[in-house]
């Protein structure tokens, strides 16, 4: 069980993320990542109903039938995307200002459909809670990267505003790295957006073809040592 | 093995050598802009050649970045004159003051994000120097649209060697001193205050100035006579065709003179589009690039024109005063889309590719 979470917990993360792997939600991965902090908050939001629908739906596989159960996933997620839209409206309205758009976007984001068909309604409940969880971090992980690059390259800050999203305690994140900053325009608009994926895409990939290579010898070795 | 081999037996088709080379020709179309790019380092003084100089080797050493990281020989690759002439082509449209860091960005952007990550020579999309200019504009408003009034480099108040290394480090001292609009976006923003052409551009446009270029702007724009010079001798070297200049400046012009035609208040003439901005420079140096550019004469026409009207439409209605680099990279974009539906006919087929009948052409004619 143990080996199995982490596994589930590492494949969310990095092995199998949402953006960076599978491509999913990258709608909210290139709009919203203007900042860190607007990156953090969705990929939370984003979180929440992941793992919401993901128990909901594994809860209630056995008895949705195969016919109806893209129409009846929609309406569980769309419920819980209107109650994240709301509970954020309510008790972060700063924050909603900023992301309020793309929260009911939440919805068409693929990433949620895909993994209640493609896991929640295969799996049990608690299993399914996790890899909603290792996803929905694994998502958060790749929209904060995206936008804390965007926001130190265009703006010269981290983490601005990162009170209203998580409160005045965490103001100490908020950090301007170069004082005087005139700007990076373009790292603040869209262009950029493909531009950072597009650049950690490949980092990712020479990252990972690099963990392959020594492994290489050692299998060799181990075929010899037989 | 030896070419004598030729005069005794006409080269045919799978065994002619040509004497055109990559580097060959990258450096007869060097050769072409030097002239305009030495008129305007004389034009605006030092800081124009520091900043020539940056640019060159910021996209140099990014084409050797990239070609080292992927395993291949720097030397030939960066022989091959095509990142100088990226590095080249940006230098010259960028305003001839601006600081040092907008040719380092510039030209590492060009050459690397758009050109090497497509795979290099012949696999970009875009023009890399076009693609560097759009970043910088994006990115800097500010500074890429400060221009300065000339000043000869031999003239009394012109900045000397210590003091353009300043300004290339440090921008220009006190802008309002020498800073000055161009033709086309002083005419965009008294437009936008409700003052009519023929009012803001009385004594600016004189016909001397405009053919001497002694007016603020890039150094590849206000040289245009030089620059349509240079064009003109690779048409003749047939290291370019004419038909993409000629429908692009036909592109511009036209709509240029049937405005200026209905409302002179509101349209610039046809000249003045034609020899100000980075009209020449683009027709005959930036969309003449065979990379980005359609393969058919026919293609090329469509290219040429879509690239002129572009530039028409953007100067006249888009936010911004000049159109040509957005207008040549709208265009790179429609490039597959044009090689995809006007394709030549092939020897022996009609045009939709089905066989001639020999016996029934024979028959007709």
Redesign the interface.
């Known amino acids: 069980m143990s080996i199995d979470t982490r596994r589930i917990i590492k494949d969310g993360l990095w092995g199998n993320n949402i953006v960076f792997s599978q491509m999913l939600g990258m709608c909210p991965a290139m709009a919203v990542t203007t900042s860190g902090t607007n990156g953090l908050g969705m990929g939370l939001a984003t979180t929440a109903v992941l793992v919401c629908a993901n128990v909901i739906i594994s809860s209630l596989r056995d008895f949705v039938s195969p016919q109806v159960r893209i129409p009846v996933f929609i309406v569980l997620i769309a419920t819980l995307v209107t109650l994240v839209d709301m509970s954020l409206n309510a008790w972060m309205h700063d924050l909603y200002r900023v992301l309020g758009l793309f929260i009911a976007l939440i919805v068409v984001n693929c990433a949620v459909l895909g993994r209640a068909e493609s896991f929640a309604s295969r799996n049990g409940v608690i299993t399914s809670a996790i890899d909603g969880v290792g996803m929905g971090l694994g998502f958060t992980l790749a929209l904060t990267a995206i936008g804390l690059i965007r926001e130190l390259i265009g703006a010269g800050t981290l983490f601005s505003q990162a009170s209203l999203l998580l409160g005045p305690k965490f103001a100490f994140l908020e950090t301007t790295v170069v004082p005087d900053y005139?700007g990076?325009?373009?790292?603040i608009?869209p262009?950029a957006g493909f531009?950072v994926l597009?650049l950690l895409l490949a980092a990712k990939q020479a990252c990972e073809r690099r963990a392959k290579e020594p492994s290489a010898p050692r299998a060799e070795a181990a075929i010899g040592c037989h | 093995m030896t070419h004598n081999l030729t005069l005794t037996a006409p080269p045919t088709a799978p065994h002619t050598l040509a004497a055109n080379s990559i580097s060959r020709i990258m450096l007869t179309v060097a050769a072409t802009l030097a002239p305009a790019t030495l008129y305007g380092f004389w034009l605006y003084g030092w800081p124009s050649i520091f900043l020539w100089v940056i640019t060159v080797l910021a996209a140099l050493f990014g084409e050797a970045l990239c070609i080292k990281l992927a395993g291949r020989s720097v030397v030939s690759a960066l022989s091959d004159g095509s990142a100088l002439l990226t590095g080249w082509l940006l230098a010259i449209s960028l305003p001839p003051w601006a600081p040092w860091w907008i040719g380092v960005l510039g030209g590492l952007f060009a050459t690397i994000l758009a050109k090497q990550v497509f795979g290099g020579l012949g696999f970009n999309l875009f023009n890399p120097a076009m693609v560097g200019r759009v970043f910088l504009l994006i990115s800097f408003p500010v500074q890429m649209t400060v221009w300065v009034a000339p000043l000869p480099i031999t003239a009394a108040s012109a900045p000397g060697f210590h003091d353009g290394l300043l300004i290339a480090a440090h921008g220009i001292p006190s802008m309002d001193a020498v800073s000055s609009a161009t033709l086309l976006g002083f005419a965009k923003t008294e437009l936008s205050r409700g003052i009519d052409l023929l009012h803001s551009l009385a004594g600016t446009n004189a016909p001397g100035i405009v053919l001497s270029g002694a007016r603020s702007g890039s150094m590849g724009e206000t040289a245009s006579l030089l620059i349509l010079a240079g064009g003109m001798v690779l048409i003749f070297l047939r290291i370019i065709s004419w038909h993409i200049p000629a429908a692009l400046l036909a592109g511009l012009a036209l709509p240029a003179a049937i405005a200026h035609g209905i409302d002179p208040t509101r349209y610039l003439d046809a000249s003045s589009h034609l020899f100000s901005g980075g009209a020449m420079l683009g027709a005959f140096f930036i969309a003449t690039d065979y990379v980005t550019s359609p393969n058919s004469r026919i293609g090329q026409l469509v290219f040429g024109a879509g690239c002129g009207f572009l530039t028409f439409v953007i100067r006249t209605w888009g936010g911004y005063p000049e159109g040509m680099a957005f207008a040549v990279l709208l265009m790179n974009a429609m490039t597959p889309v044009i090689d995809r539906y006007i394709r030549p006919r092939i020897l022996g087929r009609d045009w939709r590719g089905a066989p001639l009948d020999p016996a029934t052409q024979k028959g007709k004619s």
């Open positions: 005139g990076v325009l373009m790292m608009l262009p531009l597009g």
